[in-house]
């Protein structure tokens, strides 16, 4: 499964972006695509959001959680920071 | 320390209105994110894993209590309550929201601070000596020529677009604790034979994906020649460095490329043409800026004693010699048992700067190691300002021990990194500390980066440890024997990649090993030469 990400213009911050076209900042309501394909039509909606969002971008899931080669990365944009934690906490799948 | 004057004053104001504009315009779609993307990193700021990240400029590492509390006020209000001091002696603030950067830039000014020249294809902040103008071992406080270097530099129109971003190290002693080998230029003041001061001029070294040790260009350079050289140096580079691949693009490999003799040959003859026209630096110019770095004066009074619990020991890992009689120089360090290195809260910030002006001249310095320096301190008050930073969780003694670990932000939040640093040094501080490893290692140097662009300095370790990604995994390889200061060395990998936790006992393990096998009076480096790589790789991968 895939998803769509980016930062938020004003902070910077992480969001997900919903079916509905509103970024949040959890990942559970983002809307799901099967591949690429799948998501590029909203993709290319994403990255004509210029008010609201910075360089959108397509992430993979391994069910709720990022997947991949990046899970460690989008782990760690999904929770934050893992300094004063477990060395593996991000790379749990 | 230097003080603006009305040029530096309305270039940096004018400068903060010119970005309210530009994050304004953004802000209504005026400008895509393509077109202000540039503008941003301009004025040092980056986006980076979880929000903007706004790098601010401390020259050379110079601050002063007013400004401490200035930074501590943007970590306060628009921050998380702390920020990240780097190994470019400058602070970052991780969490900054865009729409609050120019209030934070106006702030900064009001303060003659700026983020300008903190990112992008320019000369960068120079860095030196954090102990430049206290330390006993220096022949002349190198702050007045890194001042010279910056008014040069700043917005300087020949060198905004370089092929590469350019850093220039200047020290004064021979000890060189500003790691000039590994700059793009590094600057030593030195002694001729006539007993005039001068500098020996290197250039080409660097870290990052080529890791180099700068060639010396020259062994005596006259001091109000500075400039004439320095512009010989960016020109040649600026007409002849590659452009066209980021990777081949820094002085490094120009000087590779071309050779050291050729290279030295045609900054030669670009400075034969330079020299004495409108570059040299005016006599009375140089004594105006140096006029602002005078040197404290001596204090008449016995060093103050204590028996509070950690004081002696503090007393002897933490405070160095000055050169001024009655006075210290005490390292703050910021890498307490398991911390953040680098990292400070407001409230420790707003300690320090008390202490600094309190018990000092009020001047402070930040260090490539990611610490804090009261340069001059009065010996007298020492045990007053040993309980000022036990109350702010400040006074962990073990500054230039293994504990004293050196890492970049890395993966937890920077968007170039492939691994994470903080959370290793932290485990890994923890297991030193615990384990009695930290105790007699003065010196030795761990530090830790988060990716091949070597922010954290693994490459100039004695232990060096680079976060890779393989197939999605964060592996650390080992590197031992690097040095960054005089007699800079690259360190060189040890075995196959480790594991977070691998990596973690593997340095603790060459700890135990150099800590065993060293000779009295040995370096790391010393016993390394001596006994070679193979008692660490056993004690790393065993037999």
Redesign the interface.
């Known amino acids: 499964m895939r998803a769509i990400t980016a930062n938020r213009l004003t902070d910077g911050h992480v969001v997900y972006r919903r079916a509905d076209g509103i970024w949040t900042p959890s990942l559970i309501e983002a809307e799901r695509f099967g591949d690429e394909k799948a998501a590029e039509p909203a993709l290319n909606a994403a990255l004509r959001d210029i008010l609201t969002v910075v360089a959108p971008y397509l992430i993979e899931l391994d069910g709720e959680q990022p997947g991949g080669r990046k899970h460690v990365r989008e782990a760690i944009r999904l929770k934050g920071p893992t300094t004063g934690t477990s060395l593996l906490y991000a790379g749990e799948r | 320390m230097y003080r603006y004057d009305e040029i530096d004053r309305s270039i940096v104001t004018e400068r903060v209105e010119e970005f309210r504009e530009q994050v304004g315009a ?4 005026a400008l ?2 393509d077109q202000f993307k540039p503008l941003r990193l301009m004025n040092g700021v980056y ?6 990240m706004l790098r601010v400029a401390i020259p050379y590492g110079t601050l002063d209590a007013r400004q401490m509390r200035v930074l501590a006020h943007i970590a306060r209000h628009y921050d998380k309550g702390y920020g990240h001091f780097t190994t470019r002696q400058n602070i970052q603030y991780n969490w900054p ?3 609050d950067i120019p209030e934070i830039l106006e702030q900064l000014a009001d303060v003659e601070m700026h983020a300008i020249q903190t990112s992008g294809n320019c000369i960068r902040n120079t860095t030196t000596d954090p102990f430049a103008g206290a330390a006993q071992d220096e022949v002349e406080d190198p702050r007045p020529w890194c001042e010279l270097i910056r008014q040069w530099s700043t917005f300087h129109p020949e060198f905004t677009f370089l092929p590469r971003k350019f850093k220039i190290a200047v020290t004064g002693s021979d000890a060189d604790r500003a790691a000039i080998g590994v700059h793009d230029i590094g600057l030593k003041l030195v002694k001729n034979e006539a007993g005039e001061t001068g500098f020996e001029v290197h250039a080409g070294g660097g870290q990052g994906r080529t890791p180099r040790v700068a060639v010396k260009l020259r062994d005596f350079l006259p001091k109000g020649e500075l400039l004439a050289y320095l512009t010989a140096i960016m020109r040649v580079y600026n007409l002849a460095g590659q452009r066209d691949n980021i990777y081949k693009a820094r002085i490094k490999i120009l000087v590779e490329t071309m050779g050291a003799q050729a290279f030295t040959a045609e900054v030669e003859a670009m400075y034969r043409q330079l020299r004495g026209r409108d570059l040299a630096v005016p006599a009375e110019e140089a004594a105006r800026i140096t006029s602002f770095f005078p040197e404290p004066s001596p204090v008449d009074r016995p060093e103050g004693v204590s028996d509070a619990p950690g004081f002696a020991r503090w007393r002897a890992i933490n405070v160095k010699p000055h050169k001024v009689p009655g006075r210290a120089i005490v390292v703050i360090s910021l890498k307490p048992r ?1 911390g ?1 290195p680098g990292d400070a809260t407001a409230e420790q910030m707003d300690a320090v700067a008390f202490l600094a002006e309190r018990y000092a001249d009020g001047e402070i310095r930040v260090t490539k190691e990611q610490n804090l320096v009261i340069p001059h301190a009065v010996a007298a008050h020492l045990p007053a300002i040993y309980e000022g930073l036990r109350e702010a969780g400040l006074s962990t003694a073990n500054a230039g021990l293994a504990s004293d670990i050196v890492t970049c932000p890395g ?3 920077c968007s170039l990194a492939n ?2 640093s ?3 040094a ?2 890994l501080s923890a297991a030193l500390i615990d384990r009695g490893l930290d105790e007699d290692t003065q010196d030795l140097t761990i530090k830790i980066s988060g990716c091949i662009n070597a922010c954290g300095h693994h490459h100039i370790a004695n232990i060096g440890l680079l976060g890779v ?1 393989k ?4 592996v650390y390889q080992l590197t031992l024997g690097g040095v960054a200061d005089n007699g800079a060395a690259i360190g060189k990998i040890l075995g196959p990649g480790l594991t ?2 691998e990596a ?1 006992e593997a340095v603790a393990a060459c700890v135990g090993v150099f800590r065993r096998e060293r000779g009295d009076g040995e370096t790391f480096t010393h016993t390394l030469a001596r006994i070679g790589f193979e008692p660490f790789k056993e004690a790393v991968y065993g037999q």
């Open positions: 953004r802000l209504s779609g895509s994110e986006l980076q894993l979880h929000a903007y929201a865009l729409v398991a953040s993966l937890d939040y691994a994470r903080i959370p290793v932290q485990a990604d197939k999605g995994d964060e977070p936790d973690v």
